[in-house]
T-cell receptor
Framework: DQQVKQNSPSLSVQEGRISILNCDYT??????FLWYKKYPAEGPTFLIS?????DKNEDGRFTVFLNKSAKHLSLHIVPSQPGDSAVYFC??????????????FGTGTRLQVTL | EAQVTQNPRYLITVTGKKLTVTCSQN?????MSWYRQDPGLGLRQIYY???????DKGDVPEGYKVSRKEKRNFPLILESPSPNQTSLYFC???????????FGPGTRLTVT
């Protein structure tokens, strides 16, 4: 039972364009969402997060949008740079997971930014 | 430097031979977790700990044990490894009250 889904395994975007990575969730009790970036041979690193009381959070080139009614969040990267090429995971917390120490991750989307 | 360290980074072993993967963090975080990453399945939580001597099962705890005797260390123990435990393992820590988890570099385990 995949409670957090990233339906696009991969995405290719030209440098300078917008990258949009999508994530859907099924557990309506999730109340905090995070995006992580992962390079090969490294652990995931935290990128940006959003609480369910907000619908948008911005940090530099990265913006996360949350649509609670659709149980959908997206990560926008503008402009995309070659260094953004990585695997991106969305993660959610709350509900019956019960504690901030437990995150439920999606399966990841591999972003490739081409020159 | 604030970090989460894991050892070993790579391990090849045989079925049934007990092994321990160590995890240590120097950030004085209360929460620590273990995850495994498998193709098409993302990261799945194995066990987590909210503080010393407090541990609980995650989504895929079967075949694993953990202990938290000191705040900084959270070893993952495979008493009798099997080939289906071949995976990439990550340890993570989180300060109390936060959601962001800080991950170690990963341990790639192969069980033959």
């Amino acid at each position: 039972d995949q409670q957090v889904k990233q339906n696009s395994p991969s995405l290719s975007v030209q440098e300078g364009r917008i990258s949009i990575l999508n994530c859907d969730y099924t557990n309506s009790m999730f109340d905090y969402f995070l995006w992580y970036k992962k390079y090969p041979a490294e652990g995931p690193t935290f990128l940006i997060s959003i609480s369910s009381i907000k619908d948008k959070n911005e940090d530099g080139r990265f913006t996360v949008f949350l649509n609670k009614s659709a149980k959908h969040l997206s990560l926008h990267i503008v402009p995309s740079q070659p260094g953004d090429s990585a695997v991106y995971f969305c993660a959610a917390s709350g509900g019956d997971t019960g504690t901030a120490s437990k995150l439920t991750f999606g399966t990841g989307t591999r972003l490739q930014v081409t020159l | 430097e604030a970090q989460v360290t894991q050892n070993p980074r790579y391990l090849i072993t045989v079925t049934g031979k007990k092994l321990t993967v160590t995890c240590s963090q120097n950030m004085n975080h209360e929460y620590m977790s273990w995850y495994r990453q498998d193709p098409g399945l993302g990261l799945r939580q194995i066990y987590y700990s909210m503080n010393v001597e407090v541990t609980d099962k995650g989504d895929v705890p079967e075949g694993y044990k953990v202990s938290r005797k000191e705040k900084r260390n959270f070893p993952l123990i495979l008493e009798s490894p099997s080939p289906n435990q071949t995976s990439l393992y990550f340890c993570a820590s989180t300060p109390q009250g936060a959601y962001e988890q800080y991950f170690g570099p990963g341990t790639r385990l192969t069980v033959t």
